[in-house]
């Protein structure tokens, strides 16, 4: 299972830290990854860990500001996100599969995924 939580309202410019904890599995040779979607629009990967290698992936539209993270202690997931814009309000979903990056988002059969959470970002 898949929790998120830490959306909310803030301005352009300001910073948001998403997280998604999990249970029932471990992150060990996982990919996990958050992804946004807005009405009309196609998911969006933003972010993606692969944990067996511990390779990244972001989205051209957030590289250099969002940074995703991992508390292993936790079995949390982090999206620390920086210099917010209205372009990226959304809702925000955490997802996990055995698998890398490249698949996470392919195989919703084989992925799980969490209740999403909604981040709104004004001018």
């Known amino acids: 299972q898949l929790v998120e939580s830490g959306g909310g309202l803030v ?30 629009k196609e998911r969006e990967k933003v972010a993606c860990i692969s944990h067996s290698d511990a390779t ?36 925000y979903y955490c997802a996990a599969m055995y698998d890398d990056c490249d698949a996470l988002g392919q195989y919703e059969h084989l992925e799980l995924w969490g209740q999403g959470t909604l981040v709104a970002v004004s001018f």
């Open 11 to 40: 301005q352009a410019g300001e910073s948001l830290r998403l997280s998604c904890a999990a249970s029932g599995f471990t992150f060990v040779d996982y990919a996990v990854g958050w992804f946004r979607q807005t009405p009309g």
């Open 56 to 91: 990244t992936f972001y989205g051209d539209s957030v590289k250099g500001r969002f940074t995703i993270s991992t508390d292993y202690a936790k079995n949390t997931e982090y999206l620390q996100m920086n210099s917010l814009k209205p372009e990226d309000t959304a809702i």
